[in-house]
């Protein structure tokens, strides 16, 4: 069985990173997940991934992430299997490649990978058998979250055309916001990037890619913002002008009149942004969360094969 869409055709058996798809996989990926919402809601292909095994790998936390990927995994009807890293023969010393060719060997046949070390879902595909998706690695790359921030901003304004997103806060550590840049770029959209300058350090190295390090003229013009919040564990530390770039009502007033927020979570209220803020009638955050089902259904029906 397969779930016929109508675009385009999809020949990959991973998706490590939003680089290099084009506009048509892109725009595949959003149509199936629109597709994959109804049919969650209507309990359609319910028998898709009944042959897979999803192995849930997460080196580090998450909520958002993995709990979407289990439910979309079990919507369509695979196993799943979670690694529980604390729990499991990684705290004996056993490396990242010997822990996922035991997944493999079990009968895991596709692996959502979160890990630390940028390039892990990348060694994980040239290392195993499995499919991999990856689900975040270092600072390098989260295409699923970058995918539902576009479903998210799409069915806002209609199209993703000419919309400009400012990405703000502790961007020079995000995963998020460097996959966002390639998927909305790809997508059609304009992405601006500020924060206090070590926070944006190295974008301007980018062509298409606008930066900031003024909120005013980070805002400015901006029909939505997406908050950061600062990667303590890459790193990070809070730079002393940190409460000039908290987002609140009143700073979004230098955006558009209408500008949406967005956050990928987790949030820290009264840091990056204020819980008015994030709770409030200009926030998508909760909408980016919901998108999350259907889009990672999508993603893990496609490295299947069945879409
Ligand atoms: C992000 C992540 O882990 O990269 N969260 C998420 O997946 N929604 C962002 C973060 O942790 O700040």
Do not use: I, K, T
């Given at each position: 069985m397969t779930v016929a869409v109508g675009i385009g055709t999809w020949s990959r058996r991973h998706l490590l990173d939003v680089e290099g798809l084009t506009r048509d996989e892109l725009e595949r990926i959003l149509a199936l997940a629109v597709e994959m919402r109804a049919a969650r809601a209507e309990r359609r292909h319910r028998s898709l991934l009944e042959a897979e095994v999803v192995g849930l790998a997460f080196y580090e936390a998450s909520t958002r992430t993995r709990v979407s990927f289990e439910l979309a995994a079990k919507a369509l009807g695979a196993t799943t299997v979670d690694l529980s890293v604390s729990g499991s023969s990684v705290v004996k010393g056993e490396s990242l490649v010997d822990t996922l060719r035991t997944l493999e060997r079990t009968g895991v046949t596709t692996l959502v990978l979160r890990h630390g070390s940028s390039g892990a879902a990348h060694l994980a595909a040239r290392t195993t058998g499995l499919r991999v998706v990856n689900g975040g690695d270092g600072i390098h790359a989260h295409p699923t979250q970058a995918l539902l921030d576009a479903l998210t901003l799409r069915e806002t304004f209609g199209s993703l055309e000419g919309v400009l997103l400012t990405i703000v806060g502790?961007?020079?550590?995000?995963r998020v916001a460097r996959s966002n840049i390639h998927c909305l770029l790809t997508l059609g959209a304009r992405v601006r990037v500020a924060g206090p300058p070590a926070w944006v350090a190295?974008?301007?190295?980018?062509?298409?890619v606008e930066v900031a390090t003024r909120l005013d003229d980070g805002l400015r013009g901006a029909d939505a913002v997406m908050a950061l919040r600062?990667?303590?564990?890459?790193g990070a530390s809070l730079p002393p002008e940190v409460a000039e770039w908290r987002l609140d009502e009143e700073r979004m007033r230098l955006a558009d009149p209408g500008a949406v927020v967005m956050h990928p979570g987790p949030t820290n209220e009264g840091v990056e942004i204020t819980a008015d803020l994030a709770n409030g009638?200009?926030?998508?955050v909760g909408r980016q969360v919901e998108n999350g089902v259907p889009v990672r259904m999508a993603v893990l029906a496609l490295v299947a094969g069945v879409a």
């Open positions: 502790d961007v020079v550590h995000s190295g974008f301007d190295a980018w062509p298409e600062a990667q303590l564990e890459r009638p200009r926030s998508l």
